[in-house]
């Protein structure tokens, strides 16, 4: 099977851990953007890298590269693309786009437009039009066109892989399997010590660090992929790829996960969601306030997602919360390292104590900084090496 580029994108600022992600799975690094990553490979390596990205968002696998002016130009380059060899008859197709041309003000006609080319390709060779839709679950085309240069892909992952088949019960504001992956990595978890998370709301920070703990393959929950609609997939490849992802997971690490919440429909939801990641028995929770989070003996990483405040009169009461985060950084979490995630740069600033790194993530279209503490160990009945700046 013949090699083409591979762009997987990831949510923007996030690139950087996606790379050292492709790297270790053995593919080699095309480029670098803001908000992807691009590599080589076969479609059948897109089946691996589906299965054991942690930031990646979509796999995109190119099938033509060309120059359109117009929609007709456009048009008439799809209907040219050998569409039969990709799609099966009575299949279901979708066509998302990323378009950025001056002869188009809705993208939505580019889609109408790459869509109508492929259905009319199948139907003057079959006499047979492909049933067409928003849905992904069929076949996904993506088409990316920016001035006249057009990338016409498909789109193997079909739903976005943070979709990772876990999170049946959300809460309010939930944050993205992908993110709190990336947000994990940059903090160096591996598994080694404990990992702490007060104010866990639907639980996302603390499975993904479970995952990640045992090495188990993010995507092993998920029964539906883009690829596995496209002609030629080859069903045998796919089960033995999983197996040996099960295969090669741990069994145990050393460390504890703990997860609280005050509110306890989030603690339940947690645990639900757990549940069907198949962690539950690796995580314990509590209902109690952030501050009230037991803290077991030895190292490892407590790590908080606050409210941002984002609405009026928000802020002013989380004030209180954030120099809170700070004593109990200092008076609970002596030897371990501190990380909050937040959006509100003014609030972070209440916490009190000396950052060691910001690093800069997106929540959505919130620009966000995961903040660093470094909680230096003393006596128990000194804990003050931190200090206040």
Same mark, same amino acid.
């Given at each position: 099977?013949?090699?083409?580029?591979i762009?997987i994108?990831?949510?923007?600022?996030?690139?950087?851990?996606?790379?050292?992600?492709?790297?270790?799975?053995?593919?080699p690094?095309?480029?670098?953007?803001?908000?992807?990553?691009g590599?080589?490979?076969?479609?059948?390596?897109?089946?691996?890298?589906?299965?054991?990205?942690?930031?990646?968002?979509?796999?995109?696998?190119?099938?033509?590269?060309?120059?359109?002016?117009?929609?007709?130009?456009?048009?008439?380059?799809?209907?040219?693309?050998?569409?039969?060899?990709?799609?099966?008859?009575?299949? +279901?197709?979708?066509?998302?786009?990323?378009?950025?041309?001056?002869?188009?003000?809705?993208s939505?006609?580019? %889609?109408?437009?790459?869509k109508?080319?492929?259905?009319?390709?199948?139907y003057? *060779?079959?006499?047979?039009?492909?049933?067409?839709?928003?849905?992904? #679950?069929?076949?996904?085309?993506?088409?990316?066109?920016?001035?006249e240069?057009?990338?016409?892909?498909?789109d193997?992952?079909?739903?976005?892989?943070?979709?990772?088949?876990y999170?049946?019960?959300?809460?309010?504001?939930? @944050?993205?399997?992908?993110?709190?992956?990336?947000?994990?990595?940059?903090?160096?978890?591996?598994?080694?010590?404990?990992?702490?998370?007060?104010?866990?709301?639907?639980?996302?920070?603390?499975? $993904?660090?479970?995952l990640?703990?045992?090495?188990?393959?993010?995507?092993?929950?998920?029964?539906?992929?883009?690829?596995?609609?496209?002609?030629?997939? %080859?069903?045998?490849?796919?089960?033995?790829?999983?197996? *040996?992802?099960?295969?090669?997971?741990? *069994?145990?690490?050393?460390?504890?996960?703990?997860?609280?919440?005050?509110?306890?429909?989030?603690?339940?939801?947690?645990?639900?969601?757990?549940?069907?990641?198949?962690?539950d028995?690796?995580?314990?929770?509590?209902?109690c306030?952030?501050?009230?989070?037991?803290?077991?003996?030895?190292?490892?990483?407590? @790590?908080?997602?606050?409210?941002?405040? $984002?609405?009026?009169?928000?802020?002013?009461?989380?004030?209180?919360? +954030?120099?809170?985060?700070?004593?109990?950084?200092? #008076?609970?979490?002596?030897?371990?390292?501190?990380?909050?995630?937040?959006?509100?740069?003014?609030?972070?600033?209440?916490?009190?104590?000396?950052?060691?790194?910001?690093?800069?993530?997106f929540?959505?279209?919130?620009?966000?900084?995961?903040?660093?503490?470094?909680?230096?160990?003393?006596? *128990?009945?000194?804990?003050?090496?931190?200090?206040?700046?």
């Open positions: 099977m013949s090699k083409s580029r762009v994108t990831c949510a923007k600022g996030i690139s950087s851990y996606l790379k050292e992600e492709v790297l270790d799975l053995g593919f690094i095309l480029f670098e953007e803001i908000s992807s990553i590599t080589e490979g076969t479609l059948e390596d897109t089946l691996k890298l589906n299965l054991f990205l942690r930031t990646g968002q979509r796999v995109l696998f190119l099938l033509r590269e060309f120059r359109a002016r117009d929609p007709e130009e456009l048009y008439h380059k799809v209907l040219t693309l050998p569409w039969e060899n990709y799609i099966l008859e009575g299949s +279901y197709l979708c066509v998302t786009s990323t378009v950025d041309t001056e002869t188009i003000r809705d939505r006609f580019a %889609n109408l437009k790459c109508d080319a492929i259905v009319d390709r199948f003057q *060779r079959f006499r047979k039009r492909p049933d067409s839709g928003p849905e992904r #679950k069929g076949v996904v085309v993506h088409l990316y066109w920016k001035g240069r057009c990338l016409v892909y498909l193997t992952s079909g739903e976005p892989l943070s979709k990772r088949g999170r049946k019960t959300p809460v309010e504001a939930p @944050m993205q399997e992908t993110l709190a992956a990336a947000v994990l990595l940059a903090a160096g978890w591996k598994g080694n010590g404990n990992f702490i998370n007060p104010m866990c709301g639907s639980g996302t920070l603390a499975i $993904e660090a479970t990640i703990a045992l090495g188990r393959a993010p995507a092993l929950l998920r029964d539906h992929f883009g690829f596995m609609h496209l002609k030629g997939f %080859n069903e045998s490849l796919w089960r033995d790829i999983r197996a *040996r992802a099960r295969k090669t997971a741990k *069994r145990s690490f050393d460390g504890k996960i703990i997860a609280t919440d005050l509110h306890r429909e989030a603690v339940q939801a947690a645990k639900q969601n757990a549940a069907t990641a198949g962690v028995h690796w995580i314990e929770f509590g209902i306030d952030y501050s009230e989070t037991p803290i077991p003996e030895g190292t490892g990483i407590v @790590m908080l997602n606050p409210p941002y405040g $984002e609405r009026l009169g928000d802020k002013k009461g989380l004030e209180g919360t +954030y120099k809170g985060m700070g004593d109990f950084f200092k #008076k609970k979490c002596e030897g371990y390292e501190g990380y909050i995630l937040t959006g509100n740069f003014d609030l972070a600033k209440k916490v009190g104590l000396r950052t060691k790194r910001r690093v800069p993530f929540n959505g279209e919130i620009e966000c900084r995961l903040l660093e503490y470094e909680l230096y160990k003393g006596s *128990r009945k000194h804990p003050s090496h931190l200090g206040d700046g």
